[in-house]
Each structure stands twice: as structure tokens, then as C-alpha cells.
């Protein structure tokens, strides 16, 4: 059984990564369920990275025996990387097509990921914002956390009212990608991801941490001090954030 946690001021649910992903999807599909009641669709705002992958296969396991359906969902991503293109394996676009979109009954006009090749970089992020603005805001966002705290591509030094922009990967960003890219030189040096500021104003916030290296940073993020240093510990000023920390990711 799943138990939570107190880390100093902050509870975190904490148990195996499956019935973690089980209660995560469990919000995913009452706030599918509620909206659709209401003849709204809902705005999700969705991560990639390794963290999240169990999570997407128990939201297609959903779609498949039990009906889920994801007609009513819209979906922005947080982050993509420059240059690659969206037909790169490594891009977030494919990535999420292969991990999640491909396998559930969204309607392909209702994703959005950033851009991965543009002419003008601050053009590029003002229609993802505005995009994300008229869809009405994300209702639900996940998060994964860097191993120096970023949220979305938010390294180290983002401030709290940031927004959509391009931004420089931090080296332990890089470093981090690198067997992905086979090799550090393969992996974009720049990135085009969604701020802090953007981040905070979802209505609700779902950060997933999983293992023993993520332990100190989901520390510092939820019981340090907040500040750009840490750019995930902005997620304390936010009254509806939880927090889901595998074992060792919670160190217990
Ligand atoms: C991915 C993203 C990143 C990752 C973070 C953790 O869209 O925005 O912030 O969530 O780098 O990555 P993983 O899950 O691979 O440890």
C-alpha cells in the first residue's frame, strides 16, 4: 500500500511506481470524466523524460480495456528540443507519439508540442503561450524534475514569472541525455520550453520523481529554500502541487 509521507512542511504520496501511476491516472480520468460531464474538454499539460513512461502505459492499458477515451483531451507538451526536427526519433514530438498519443483516440489537432525548428525563437514561444491561453489554461500539468531541479527545460537561474522561451541547456542536462543521443556532441545544446511562470499557472500540478538519484533534489525542491537555484522549489508558492515519489526517490 502506497503511504504518504511528511517532508518537513509537504506530504508526497510515496509508495511503488505502479500504484503510484495508478493514483496519478485515477486524477487523470475523474478530471477527464468531470469535464466531459460539463461538455468541456480538458487541457493537460504533459512531460517526457523516462519518469513519466509507466504513467502513459497505464493510461493506454485504460483506453484499451477499460474504455478511457482521450476525444475530449488537448494536450500541450512542456519542452522541445532546437533543431531536431519532429521526425527525429529523439524529439519530444516523437516521443510522445510513441509513448502515449498513438495508442488512445486523441484527436491529433489537439496536441501541441513546442516547436523544434523555427525562424524567430521569441515568435515561436508567444504563439505556444498564446495557444495555451486560448485553449482556456492547462487544468492538470505533470511534471518530472531535472537532476539539478529544472521543471520543464527551466535550468538553474529561472525566474518565477519566466515564460515560454529558448532557453540553453544546462551541461548536467546534456550530460544527462547523452546516452539517448549516443553521445554528448549529438545532444541540442538549446531548447525551447515553457516557464516557471507558465508552469504555476496550471490549476493543478503533478510532479513524478522516481529513484535514488532524484532523492536530494525532490528534497531541496520541497522543503528548501525557494529560489531560482532550485527553479522546481517555485512549486511550494502553488496551493495544489503533488508531489509522487517512488521509495527511493523519497528515500524510505
Ligand atoms: C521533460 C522535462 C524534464 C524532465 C526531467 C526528468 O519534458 O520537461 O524536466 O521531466 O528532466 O527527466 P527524467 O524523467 O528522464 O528523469
Redesign the pocket.
Known amino acids: 500500500m502506497s503511504k504518504k509521507i511528511q517532508i518537513v512542511s509537504k506530504t508526497a504520496q510515496v509508495g511503488e511506481v505502479e500504484e503510484l501511476c495508478r493514483a496519478v491516472a485515477d486524477e487523470v480520468e475523474a478530471l477527464i470524466k468531470e469535464k466531459e460531464a460539463e461538455g468541456k474538454k480538458v487541457i493537460l499539460g504533459?512531460?517526457?523524460?523516462?519518469?513519466?513512461l509507466p504513467f502513459y502505459r497505464e493510461l493506454i492499458r485504460r483506453h484499451r480495456e477499460e474504455g478511457l477515451s482521450f476525444e475530449n483531451v488537448m494536450s500541450f507538451?512542456?519542452?522541445e528540443y532546437e533543431g531536431l526536427g519532429r521526425d527525429h526519433e529523439r524529439s519530444?514530438w516523437a516521443e510522445m507519439w510513441r509513448n502515449l498519443f498513438d495508442h488512445v483516440d486523441i484527436d491529433p489537432s489537439n496536441v501541441s508540442v513546442p516547436l523544434s525548428i523555427f525562424e524567430d525563437a521569441g515568435e515561436a514561444a508567444l504563439e505556444y503561450e498564446n495557444a495555451i491561453k486560448e485553449a482556456g489554461g492547462i487544468d492538470w500539468q505533470l511534471?518530472?524534475?531535472?537532476?539539478e531541479g529544472?521543471?520543464?527545460?527551466?535550468e538553474k537561474g529561472s525566474q518565477v514569472d519566466s515564460r515560454t522561451r529558448r532557453i540553453k541547456l544546462a551541461r548536467k542536462?546534456t550530460m544527462?541525455a547523452a546516452p539517448s543521443f549516443g553521445g554528448e556532441a549529438n545532444v541540442p545544446t538549446h531548447a525551447i520550453?515553457m516557464g516557471v511562470g507558465t508552469i504555476l499557472e496550471a490549476h493543478r500540478i503533478v510532479l513524478?520523481?522516481?529513484?535514488e538519484s532524484?532523492r536530494e533534489i525532490v528534497n531541496r525542491a520541497m522543503s528548501g529554500e525557494v529560489g531560482p537555484e532550485v527553479p522546481a522549489s517555485f512549486l511550494q508558492n502553488h496551493g495544489n502541487v503533488g508531489w509522487f515519489l517512488d521509495n527511493d526517490a523519497a528515500g524510505s
Not at 504533459?46 to 513519466?52: E, I, K, V, W, Y
Not at 511534471?143 to 537532476?147: A, E, P, S, T, V
Not at 513524478?208 to 529513484?211: E, H, K, P
Request: proline share 3%.
Open positions: 504533459l512531460a517526457t523524460g523516462s519518469t513519466p507538451n512542456l519542452d519530444y511534471l518530472g524534475i531535472g537532476g529544472h521543471i520543464g527545460f527551466n542536462t544527462d520550453t513524478m520523481a522516481r529513484g532524484k
